[in-house]
């Protein structure tokens, strides 16, 4: 089986299959633990996660707060508003003075594409993107990707559309990466001002239409319209948005049955998506969000495991006991 | 690697397990809530057999659990990556239950070290009691087997391979000369 052997989680362009599979499968090991009466296995004890987010953030914050918790993990908080950036420091300087503080793996989170892959070649400590501006948001797209086998079963050969502002999205790019690379068909749906038609050339497919899109998935993932940016003119109007490409019960009974509906959360309740459809039967975003704990576990026990110093004064490692027997 | 030995054979391990069972079922009071949890991954395999020898002898069914240790290995922080977790799967409460934890070889004790911690953040069991199938020395920790199927004095530099036809297409125990 694959080893994981990298420093940091930076996005899964850059994984293998095999990487993005073990992940998944990790990720499977670890979610018994959140149905324990004690929710706690003691893998990172003595390990420090500083979580950065210098962007807000609610759910991802607190899924890796938990993560991290029930890894017994000890944890350092920095939010963007009240940390030294705001006095005009650079992030790499901050990542530098965390790193100088012997923390073991940093989440970070920042709305510029780039700045986890620039802070992880800075420092030695391990990185998790936790999403970067419109590029990745990896652990996100696990989790889709989680979420997906386990209700589908298996992800090669299904059809996946992505439907909304795929052009500001950093889950699509993630969940589009991932599910590609694991065999799934990806369309991404929405209007031509929010839907980068250069993703065609990466191969996915682009359909305008909604409607037409919809019959033949078997899983839909409605993206958060960014309401910031509706000034931008981007969208005519939210009306003329939610009448196109926003899923209500009506667009819902012309697809497949066992359609499964998903979103990355946090949903602008009748604009993506209809109250009905978010809280309907074929939803599965609280699924998401419960998976979101064991995706993370995985990925901070594998970063974490892959970023131990050279063991130079170290006893060499003794033989794996699952493979000798102790 | 070059064998040295082979220890037990498919007929040897079938004997040691049917003692096993015998002796478990022989120390049982009679209203025991008995299960077996048996460490992944051949451990389980060993706990499976041995439950079905305990129901044909005694009419009663034994609940098997499975238990990976890796989360609670006492040298995560010395390993180059962390190793690969299974999941643990113990679909009974092991609160008040009289349980044994079955491996294949006991060696350093680390292993069964860990196996109590894990067990412990899942419950309280009544007792907890060890089977193994092959007790090979060299412990580094006060630990010690209730019911071993063989005692087999090695070097610490052999290898003790276990392999058992579920997972390996065989049943055998064999000494291993590691390489020099």
Redesign the interface.
């Known amino acids: 089986?694959t080893?994981?052997?990298r420093k940091d989680l930076l996005g899964l362009e850059e994984l293998s299959k095999e990487e993005i599979l073990?992940l998944l499968?990790?990720a499977?090991?670890?979610?018994?633990i959140s149905l324990?009466?004690?929710k706690?296995?003691?893998?990172l004890r003595?390990r420090t996660v500083a979580l950065c987010f210098l962007e807000p953030s609610t759910r991802t914050r607190a899924s890796f707060e938990l993560a991290a918790k029930r890894?017994s993990a000890d944890l350092l908080s920095f939010q963007g508003n009240s940390s030294s950036l705001v006095k005009g420091e650079t992030v790499v300087d901050t990542a530098r003075n965390i790193e100088a503080m012997h923390v073991d793996v940093m989440v970070l989170r920042h709305n510029t594409s780039g700045i986890p892959a620039l802070v992880a070649r800075s420092v030695k400590t391990s990185i998790v993107n936790a999403g970067d501006g419109s590029h990745e948001h990896p652990t996100q797209g696990l989790v889709d990707l989680y979420t997906i086998q386990e209700k589908k079963g298996r992800i090669e050969g299904l059809n996946v559309l992505i439907v909304g502002d795929v052009l500001h999205s950093r889950v699509a790019r993630s969940d589009f990466w991932g599910l590609t690379k694991l065999g799934a068909r990806v369309t991404l749906c929405g209007p031509p001002t929010l839907v980068p038609a250069p993703m065609e050339a990466l191969g996915a497919k682009i359909a305008f239409r909604l409607d037409e899109a919809l019959p033949q998935a078997d899983v839909v993932i409605a993206l958060r319209l960014q309401l910031e940016r509706q000034q931008e003119r981007y969208i005519p109007s939210f009306r003329e948005y939610t009448k196109l490409y926003g899923i209500d019960q009506e667009k819902l009974a012309r697809a497949k049955p066992d359609l499964i509906v998903m979103h990355p959360g946090p949903v602008n309740r009748g604009v993506e998506l209809s109250p009905e459809v978010a809280d309907g039967p074929q939803s599965v975003i609280l699924d998401q969000v419960t998976n979101g704990i064991a995706v993370r576990m995985a990925a901070l026990?594998?970063v974490?495991?892959?970023s131990?110093s050279e063991?130079a004064d170290?006893?060499a490692?003794?033989?794996?006991?699952?493979e000798?027997?102790? | 690697m070059p064998v040295k030995a082979q220890v037990l054979d498919g007929e040897g391990i079938r004997k040691v397990l049917v003692r096993i069972a015998h002796e478990i079922a022989e120390r049982q009071p009679a209203d025991a809530a008995l299960a077996l949890v048996g460490i992944r991954s051949r451990g389980e395999l060993l706990a499976r057999r041995l439950a079905r020898l305990l129901e044909e002898f005694t009419r009663v069914m034994v609940p098997v659990g499975a238990l990976d240790i890796t989360l609670y290995r006492d040298d995560l922080g010395l390993l180059s990556s962390n190793p690969v977790v299974h999941a643990t799967e113990i679909p009974f409460d092991v609160t008040g239950r009289r349980l044994v934890i079955v491996d294949d070889v006991l060696f350093t004790g680390r292993t069964v070290r860990a196996a109590m911690d894990a067990l412990a953040d899942l419950g309280r069991p009544q007792t907890l009691e060890l089977a193994v199938l092959v007790d090979r020395g060299h412990r580094e920790l006060p630990i010690k087997a209730d019911y071993v199927g063989k005692n087999m004095p090695t070097a610490r530099e052999e290898l003790v391979q276990v392999r058992l036809s579920e997972s390996d297409g065989i049943d055998e125990v064999v000494i291993e000369e590691k390489q020099p």
């Not at chain 1, 499977?28 to 018994?32: D, G, I």
């Not at chain 1, 706690?40 to 893998?43: D, I």
Request: proline share 18%.
């Open positions: 089986m080893r994981w052997t073990l499968d990790q499977r090991a670890f979610k018994e324990r009466p004690i706690k296995v003691p893998a003595g890894l026990y594998l974490a495991g892959a131990h063991p170290l006893p490692p003794q033989p794996d006991p699952a000798v027997g102790t």
